[in-house]
């Protein structure tokens, strides 16, 4: 089934520190993931995003590394800013590239960056 | 990039009258659109995929005739809440994908609050 968060787990980093969020999904058959933002009030920002065939990929700042094997994403972000301040969810993509494509969210972590 | 707006940001209603919450692609024609539902400090929850033209597929648990979803146009799909009850009350967001993309990426419009009395 879907995964749906009961809580939302909370990362406390400090200014310049580098942040890792992890991310556990749910279908052995997905074979795309993306990592959204979300600040408050507000819809989801595209961060990153990668392929099944693909177990690292880097953007400005971010990082995200995937382990098909135990079904885990991570996003790591460098130099963490207050900016980066925000809600994180991973998600995966069903039947990519078929009529049933869609995305199935994780629980979400909030970060929360200390000046 | 790509551009998803929502309409209304904020809805505030009484319980029993129904709600209509529109979802434009602003740069781009969307074969597809999905509807999420949040709820505070939770997960977005897929709750249908609008196909344009055709009828919308919902997901289990999610009933058709309460969350009515019409897809009449490549750059506009409507969310209509039918005589809403104060269980209702949540964050709405769309998105639309853009197709022919290598990456067949989602992006999201601003989400609509919506408060039902």
């Known amino acids: 089934g879907e995964s749906v968060g009961l809580h939302l787990p909370t990362l406390s980093v400090q200014e310049g520190d580098n942040s890792i969020i992890n991310c556990a999904y749910s279908?052995?058959?997905?074979?795309?993931f993306i990592w959204y933002k979300q600040e408050s009030g507000k819809g989801p920002q595209f961060i990153i995003d990668?392929?099944?065939n693909m177990d690292k990929r880097q953007g400005q700042r971010v990082t995200v590394l995937l382990n098909k094997t135990v079904k885990h994403l991570s996003l790591q972000i460098a130099a963490t800013q207050p900016g980066d301040s925000a809600v994180y969810f991973c998600?995966?993509?069903w039947g990519y590239g078929g009529a049933t494509n869609k995305l199935i969210f994780g629980t979400g972590t909030l970060l929360a960056v200390q000046p | 990039g790509a551009v998803v707006s929502q309409h209304p940001s904020r809805v505030i209603c009484k319980s029993g009258t129904s709600v209509k919450i529109e979802c434009r692609s602003l740069?781009?024609?969307?074969?597809?659109m999905f509807w999420y539902r949040q709820f505070p400090k939770k997960s977005l929850m897929l709750m249908a995929t609008?196909?344009?033209?055709?009828?919308?597929?919902?997901e289990q648990g999610v009933e058709k005739d309460k969350f009515l979803i019409n897809h009449a146009s490549l750059t506009l799909s409507t969310l209509t809440v039918t005589s809403a009850h104060p269980e209702d009350s949540s964050f709405y967001i769309c998105?639309?994908?853009?197709?022919?993309?290598?990456?067949?990426?989602?992006?999201f419009g601003p989400g609509t609050r919506l408060t039902v009395l």
């Open positions: 279908n052995s058959a997905s074979d795309y």
């Open positions: 990668i392929r099944s």
């Open positions: 998105s639309a994908r853009r197709p022919r993309t290598s990456t067949d990426t989602q992006y």
């Open positions: 998600a995966e993509n």
């Open positions: 609008s196909n344009e033209g055709s009828k919308a597929t919902y």
């Open positions: 740069d781009f024609q969307a074969t597809t």
